[in-house]
């Protein structure tokens, strides 16, 4: 069986309520023998922990996410910090800019942004960034931050390959999701294309953004598998060995021994 490794989802979301164990279920027997669950606010947290403490394969990311970063508070950071210490919390994300949505203005997700990658360098945790519409301002605050010490993950890359490079020298690898299976997604397949082979990792972002044949509808965890055999055929690797690649790069970007 193709092993894979999903390395960004929310199977805490609501909208696993009804059949979240059959959901885990489906992913375990697609091949997906790792996964990173998100938590990114103060009602994802305590969900995301409780998956991560009952599942032995399913891994913590926590922080702040930008959209909700006029509600952080600093006991929330000291909050995030704590939890670096728990055994299966391997990053500090999602946490970056979102320009898109305008829940929270630009100067205080600067702010919060600036926080958490000087608290994953105290703690010596990798970053998953979420980045939309600010590709600008994501690379010049990493550069300015020194977050090439600490590296980490580029989720759902979506960037140019100008944008790639300038985080690949900054120590982190580029994730790709759903949209790279879609048949006008150009530029995040031609960026997956000339990326270093130890610099890829796949994910789902469940229940968000499923690939084809599922666009539109909801995302599992057992999906990852069409975003590998989009890589697969872009590379001219096997399923396999693109689960294998990926899940090598994984387990070093997150230190999962």
Not at 4 to 28: C, N, Q, Y
Not at 180 to 200: C, M, S, Y
Not at 228 to 255: D, M, P, Q, S, Y
Request: proline share 5%; with cysteine; charged share 25%.
């Amino acid at each position: 069986m193709t092993l894979l490794f999903d390395t960004h989802t929310h199977l805490d979301s609501p909208k696993f309520e009804e059949d979240r164990e059959g959901v885990i279920a489906r992913a375990r027997e697609a091949g997906v023998h790792m996964l990173v669950n998100i938590g990114f606010n103060r009602e994802t947290i305590p969900t995301t922990m409780a998956l991560a403490e009952q599942y032995d394969f399913i891994y913590a990311a926590v922080g702040w996410h930008p959209v909700d970063s006029i509600d952080m508070t600093p006991e929330d950071l000291d909050w995030i910090e704590h939890l670096c210490n728990h055994r299966k919390v391997v990053a500090i994300g999602e946490i970056g800019l979102d320009y898109h949505w305008d829940t929270s203005p630009k100067e205080v997700q600067h702010r919060v942004f600036r926080e958490q990658i000087r608290l994953a360098r105290k703690v010596g945790k990798p970053i998953v960034i979420h980045n939309r519409d600010a590709h600008e301002d994501i690379v010049r605050i990493l550069q300015e931050e020194n977050a090439s010490e600490i590296g980490g993950v580029m989720h759902c890359f979506s960037g140019s390959w100008e944008t790639a490079k300038q985080c690949l020298d900054m120590n982190f690898y580029l994730s790709f999701g759903g949209p790279v299976t879609f048949q006008n997604a150009r530029v995040p397949k031609e960026v997956l294309k000339r990326a270093p082979l130890d610099r890829i990792l796949i994910e789902t972002d469940a229940p968000y953004l499923a690939p084809h044949p599922f666009r539109g509808k909801r995302n599992e965890s057992a999906y990852v598998v069409k975003v590998a055999e989009t890589a697969a055929e872009l590379l001219g690797k096997t399923v396999e060995e693109i689960g294998a690649i990926t899940t090598e790069n994984g387990r070093k970007c997150f230190g999962i021994i």
